[in-house]
């Protein structure tokens, strides 16, 4: 059962540490999201990868956020230092592209509570 | 900028009535798709849609995208408690090429036993 693998779940940390969010594509997906829901904003684009390329990261906090794909079968977000603000569900999605016409499959996120 | 927009937001039903979701985008869309959120879960894809006029059915669920491909609809009949969550619809972001998406803020719906 192919799925896109998130670690971890859940994370409760303090301000100013560092948190890094690790995300397992479904083997052979080219691409890969990251996400960044909240009640407020909904679903935000934070960055997006194709072919472990970063082409996108206009949605994310440059000083503070930083996305990679060191290979095809890992992805990370990290985040430092962390902030209350950051307390979200962080969504990681692969996906391939162009044969699967734009669908993602998400993985089932880490809750990140910053206090 | 582009946007992607539903009505309503939330939507609070009894047990075996109807329910309908609109999903209106301010560009025309090569293809459309619906996602389902549990609460506390993840987004999961439900049916994508390509051609202009399209309807499709899954069991009670029926998804229809209009004829200028700028908007779209979710109708639940009968809705059962099985049927509680976030509805998402989404549209490629900008170029169809990229695998990007845009998403509209969903439509949650609550389903009274």
């Known amino acids: 059962d192919a799925r896109v693998t998130q670690t971890p779940r859940h994370k409760v940390t303090e301000m100013g540490q560092e948190v890094t969010m690790r995300c397992q594509p479904i083997?052979?997906?080219?691409?890969v999201f990251w996400y960044r829901q909240t009640m407020m904003q909904g679903l935000e684009l934070l960055a997006y990868?194709?072919?472990?390329?970063?082409?996108?990261d206009s949605g994310m906090p440059k000083d503070r956020f930083s996305a990679e794909m060191p290979d095809a079968t890992l992805a990370t977000l990290k985040i430092q230092p962390s902030e209350p603000r950051d307390s979200a569900v962080y969504f990681c999605a692969s996906g391939l592209n162009p044969l699967a016409k734009n669908i993602q499959y998400f993985g089932a996120g880490t809750r990140l509570s910053v206090l | 900028g582009q946007q992607v927009m539903q009505i309503p937001q939330y939507q609070h039903v009894q047990e075996g009535e109807d329910f309908t979701t609109y999903c209106n985008s301010s560009?025309?869309?090569?293809?459309i798709q619906w996602y389902k959120q549990r609460p506390g879960g993840h987004p999961v894809f439900l049916i994508q849609l390509v051609k202009s006029g399209e309807v499709k059915k899954q069991k009670r669920l029926t998804f229809q995208f209009g004829e200028a491909k700028k908007n779209s609809s979710l109708h639940i009949t009968a809705t059962q408690t099985t049927d509680v969550g976030t509805y998402f619809c989404?549209?490629?972001?900008?170029?169809?090429?990229?695998?990007?998406?845009?998403f509209g803020q969903g439509t949650t719906l609550q389903v009274k036993p």
């Open positions: 083997l052979g997906h080219n691409t």
């Open positions: 989404a549209g490629p972001r900008g170029s169809s090429n990229t695998g990007k998406l845009i």
């Open positions: 990868f194709r072919n472990r390329a970063p082409l996108d």
């Open positions: 560009t025309t869309l090569s293809n």
